[in-house]
């Protein structure tokens, strides 16, 4: 077999390797050569995205299922297999992960000068664990990229971060790993009832998705996943340790975290909770609302106050994801396709928000609004850029924000009005905020001598912020082509799950409480 039919046969477990073996090839670097280690993980990111790009040429769009699925018994006796595949609803966070990489990777040229080697090793280790998050299908495999993801994180923040990076690194490890136990806890009780009922062990999530599980252990076991994604959504009130997080961090942890680890938790949400737990998740959707809502409100108000910009993007973030739980939760196309395109959407526009950040910090060495004003003068370029993003993060029409945030209102607006109508005052505030920042930092007088200084954007930081701007436009003008890809997967989702739903509630009374269904002992037993 030629090398070529080797990669095209195995093209999604080369794309989780790729970084890992860049990194181990780091690991050689001779201690000081700083610009070939900057170079070669360039070059592993780079070569990882065109990779990435060949998953997007051979993907149907008209499939529902996993495709170019891999599949290898790992611990046979124990139903563990390496099997990873994509479908609809993972491929565009996957091609999100391999395209802000490189970008990410090229801000960190002249912003992390100490311990280089060891940084760029950190980052390629965390792509292949994020990759594999999105492309893992058993479940066993998916907790280990989960749970690999936390390790090079924790030592990007604690020790490339900021004076509080110790606490900051603590607070985020401990928070995101108390969620994932618990649900490695549901994942073992139910690979447990999946042998009662079948007679075979696995943890092959497709198999699993074939199961009709309980309502009563829907409960406990939906809750124990609520917990482990709530946390890394992270949605209202589990979200503290993440202004902590992304304030502290150097640059390109925040744009990691804001532009793909978030993602974990709602792609979570999407992939396990709600599809094997239907009935649970349905039961739980006033509650979620709630709290979606509530995000999408608090995060915008508290955004609003904010003297550091950084804080302020962070607080960003928790009203943005408020938004696409609310689609999830829609249960229905527009909402989740709109919630899948928003996770995206946020990836692209708050990565690159949290790149403006980092640019004007490594010049005047403070975030703090009150000390700019009237660098449209002196930096127009910058000033440009910083526009297109504000207006995506706002959700213009013409930008990618607006798709998003309109299918995902089109979406909850459907099924109850009032979360809609509540959650579109979260846009409203969110020009506030916005606008408001960028008012104070680009206009009015110069009235900081230091600013007048300030060189504006080189010819490395155009290069690594021009795609993230078309995106924002492409996107925001003609969406067609990766909601398309998202059609035969989610409409499969849609109906799957209203399929597993009435499964698990055949018997069950008209009208029935959660009060009975969930806690009357006299119905314990089949159901």
């Known amino acids: 077999m030629t090398g070529v039919a080797l990669l095209d046969q195995h093209l999604l477990s080369v794309l989780i390797a790729l970084p890992m073996i860049g990194a181990a090839v780091l690991l050689f670097f001779p201690r000081g050569a700083d610009d070939a280690i900057r170079k070669f993980t ?22 529902a299922g996993m495709q170019l699925v891999e599949r290898a018994p790992w611990i046979p006796q124990y139903g563990i297999s390496y099997i990873v595949g ?29 311990n280089v080697k060891e940084f760029m090793v950190f980052m390629l280790v965390l792509e292949t664990a994020m990759v594999g998050v999105f492309l893992a299908t058993d479940l066993f495999l998916f907790y280990i990229f989960w749970e690999l993801v936390l390790i090079p994180m924790y030592f990007l923040i604690g020790v490339w971060g900021g004076e509080r990076r110790i606490y900051a690194a603590i607070k985020f490890f401990l928070y995101t790993f108390a969620g994932s136990v618990l649900m490695l806890v549901a994942i073992i009780a139910l690979y447990f009832h999946h042998h009662a009922v079948t007679g075979v062990y696995t943890m092959d999530l497709m198999r699993l998705y074939e199961l009709t599980i309980p309502v009563k252990l829907q409960l406990w076991l939906f809750a124990a996943f609520f917990l482990a994604f709530a946390f890394k959504v992270p949605m209202f009130p589990f979200h503290t340790w993440l202004p902590d997080a992304h304030v502290e961090a150097p640059t390109a942890g925040s744009v990691i975290l804001a532009a ?6 709602t792609y979570g949400f999407l992939r396990f909770a709600m599809a094997l737990f239907p009935v649970a998740a349905a039961d739980w959707t006033p509650l979620i609302a709630v709290l979606a809502v509530i995000g999408v409100i608090y995060g915008a108000l508290v955004a609003m106050v904010q003297k550091d910009v950084k804080k302020l993007v962070a607080y960003s973030s ?30 692209i526009s708050t990565g690159a928000l949290f790149l403006i950040v980092g640019i004007i910090y490594e010049r005047r060495h403070t975030r703090l609004i009150s000390e700019f004003g009237g660098l449209s003068k002196v930096v127009p370029v910058f000033a440009l850029c910083f526009m297109v993003v504000t207006l995506s993060s706002i959700g213009v029409p013409g930008t990618n924000g607006f798709v998003g945030e309109f299918l995902i209102l089109l979406g909850a607006f459907k099924v109850q009005k009032w979360y809609a109508v509540v959650a579109a005052t979260g846009v409203i505030f969110a ?11 680009m206009f009015g007088k110069v009235t900081n001598e230091e600013n007048l200084r300030l060189a504006d954007m080189n010819g490395r930081e155009v290069a690594y912020m021009l795609p993230l701007l078309l995106f924002i436009l492409w996107i925001g003008v003609y969406p067609q082509p990766f909601l398309r890809r998202m059609d035969a997967s989610v409409n499969a989702f849609v109906t799957r799950f209203e399929a597993k739903k009435q499964a698990a509630l055949a018997g069950s009374p008209a009208g029935e409480t959660m009060l009975v269904r969930y806690f009357d002992g006299k119905k314990g037993g089949a159901r």
């Open 86 to 114: 994509v479908d609809g609803i993972s491929l565009w966070i996957l091609m999100l992960t391999t395209f802000i990489m490189p970008t990410t990777i090229l801000s960190t040229w002249s912003a992390v000068t100490r």
């Open 260 to 265: 793909v680890l978030l993602k974990m938790g």
């Open 318 to 347: 928790v009203s943005h994801l408020g938004f696409v739980m609310l689609g999830l939760f829609a249960f229905n196309l527009q909402g989740i396709e709109g919630a899948i395109l928003q996770m995206v959407n946020h990836g």
């Open 431 to 441: 020009a506030v905020y916005m606008l408001w920042m960028f008012q104070r930092v």
């Open 42 to 63: 360039v070059l592993v990111t780079i070569a990882e995205f065109l990779l990435s790009l060949a998953v997007v040429a051979r993907f149907d769009v008209a499939t």
